[in-house]
């Protein structure tokens, strides 16, 4: 069997198939649907300084090849996390990336500073400066290069754990934050979050959202992500996690071959909650067919035609 262990920082993971924030609830959900022990990591949903009801509905919708999606956050909270989550994960032998958003940098710090307070043993933070739903949802950062870079670098004063800002779409120059993020510090990026997307209903003319834009997901968005990837890739040299649209195991080599570590798996999750154990039962047939030793000799290994 090919070794399909990869390092972020200084942690190793025994796989490289994450669940992607939002998509996996705090990763306690659903035990008989999937096993978690299989899982490389689980990122959980984006927690706030305060609860949050999240937006009002509709705020789902299904599209073609994919959703949108804007829940807007709704979380039970840091204090709630802490209380709650943190020592359930104690049992849990599956690594926990902690998700984290806020409306100002020191929303951010709080959170974190309350965290590491408290023993745990999550093994990082995913910093979301990228939610295209809700003003707090950090993208007052995650589209400006001395916003991320100044708070990437607060956030890694505090904390020794895995450092991940989860970059969007939504921007210019995606490379740019990625570089921002790294000379702040951070261990890697993670790559994307939604793509500002909207879905009209022809016969009642609504939007099919409340706040009627949203974050498009799911095997629509593959080629950006791709793309997303690929140009951090050529930016940056910390790693990258690839995240969207990813249902099955080619999607995770391409992401790979684009420049990515590690991937997240999201809106599939909603489809089938065990599609990551299949996912990573392909991913072993496939290594295995193509005698490939180890996973993390794909990265970045595309072939281009300049
Ligand atoms: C219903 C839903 C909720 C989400 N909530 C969050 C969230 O709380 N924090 C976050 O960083 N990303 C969130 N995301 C974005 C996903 O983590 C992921 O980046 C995105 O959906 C692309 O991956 P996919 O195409 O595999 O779904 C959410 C996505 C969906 C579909």
């Known amino acids: 069997m090919a070794n399909l262990s990869v390092n972020i920082g200084s942690t190793t993971f025994k796989n490289p198939i994450f669940v992607a924030s939002g998509t996996f609830g705090y990763g306690t959900e659903n035990p008989e649907l999937v096993d978690i022990s299989k899982l490389g990591a689980i990122v959980t949903k984006s927690i706030t300084l305060n609860p949050r009801e999240g937006n009002p509905p509709p705020r789902i919708v299904e599209t073609s090849s994919g959703m949108i999606n804007s829940i807007g956050l709704a979380n039970i909270g840091v204090e709630k996390y802490i209380s709650n989550m943190l020592p359930v994960y104690e049992e849990m032998d599956t690594p926990i990336i902690m998700n984290i958003a806020g409306s100002s940098m020191t929303e951010y710090m709080d959170i974190m500073k309350k965290v590491e307070a408290v023993s745990s043993s999550i093994v990082g933070y995913e910093i979301n400066i990228s939610c295209p739903n809700v003003k707090e949802g950090g993208m007052e950062f995650g589209v400006d290069c001395a916003m991320t870079e100044k708070l990437t670098g607060k956030l890694r004063k505090l904390t020794d754990r895995l450092l991940i800002m989860k970059l969007s779409p939504n921007v210019t120059d995606i490379a740019a934050i990625a570089t921002s993020s790294e000379n702040g510090g951070a261990n890697a990026v993670s790559a994307i979050n939604t793509v500002v997307g909207m879905s009209i209903n022809h016969r009642s003319r609504f939007s099919d959202i409340y706040t009627t834009f949203g974050g498009l997901s799911g095997p629509a968005i593959k080629p950006v992500g791709l793309a997303c990837v690929h140009k951090v890739y050529n930016a940056v040299n910390i790693p990258i996690i690839g995240?969207?649209?990813?249902?099955?195991?080619?999607?995770?080599?391409?992401?790979?071959?684009?420049?990515?570590?590690?991937?997240?798996?999201?809106?599939?999750?909603?489809?089938?909650?065990?599609?990551?154990?299949?996912?990573?039962?392909?991913?072993?047939?496939?290594?295995d067919e193509k005698g490939i030793d180890s996973i993390s000799s794909l990265i970045g290994s595309v072939k281009t035609h300049d």
């Open 243 to 287: 995240i969207g649209g990813i249902v099955n195991s080619t999607d995770v080599i391409e992401y790979f071959l684009a420049g990515s570590c590690s991937v997240q798996v999201g809106t599939a999750n909603f489809r089938n909650p065990g599609i990551t154990e299949i996912i990573l039962n392909e991913l072993n047939n496939y290594l």
